[in-house]
């Protein structure tokens, strides 16, 4: 009985040195990433190249994707980031050389389960294939250098054109 005190004092004192390292950590702007994409629609499946940065130290994010398969178009994309928005999320709104604009909605979900992490795209292309896409995403970080991910991207609602990605991605 006389040891519930020191021990229930070790257990905060552990309980919130965990909390702030998991707050400190947050989310990785600067990644490099390998994913492998099926095409429902259109069947081109194949492997993509993605890397992403901040600038400096300063909110502007930049990114690019190059496809590894013929049919996929490479482009490269710039935004600024908007931290803490709302309950924890971070928001990007960037511009794509494909004529894509959007929204990029990341939040780490720690509470859940430490290195958890959902991301919402929202896309809008203007140039000559005008649609919508959706992008939901999944992903788990391995420490502090390495995450997989599994992300559903919808392009055409009223189609059901569903492609699903599985990647991998460095932290740097």
């Known amino acids: 009985m006389k040891h519930i005190l020191p021990i229930l004092t070790l257990t905060t004192l552990a309980a919130a040195a965990s909390a702030q390292s998991a707050a400190a950590a947050g989310l990785s702007y600067n990644r490099a990433g390998l994913s492998y994409n099926t095409d429902a629609g259109a069947g081109d499946n194949g492997y993509s ?43 990007t709104v960037a511009v794509s050389s494909n004529d894509t604009y959007g929204i990029i909605l990341r939040r780490s979900l720690n509470e859940v389960v430490a290195g958890l992490e959902a991301r919402f795209v929202y896309e809008q292309s203007t140039g000559s ?28 609602v009223a189609a059901l054109d569903q492609d699903v990605s599985v990647s991998v991605r460095y932290n740097f």
Request: aromatic share 10%.
């Open 49 to 91: 190249l993605s890397v992403e940065a901040l600038v400096g130290s300063s909110n502007v994010w930049v990114g690019a994707t190059a496809n590894l398969n013929s049919a996929g178009a490479d482009s490269v994309a710039a935004g600024y980031l908007f931290k803490n928005v709302a309950a924890g999320i971070d928001a």
């Open 129 to 156: 294939t005008q649609k919508d896409s959706f992008v939901y995403e999944l992903a788990y970080n391995i420490g502090s250098k390495y995450q997989v991910a599994v992300s559903i991207q919808d392009s055409d």
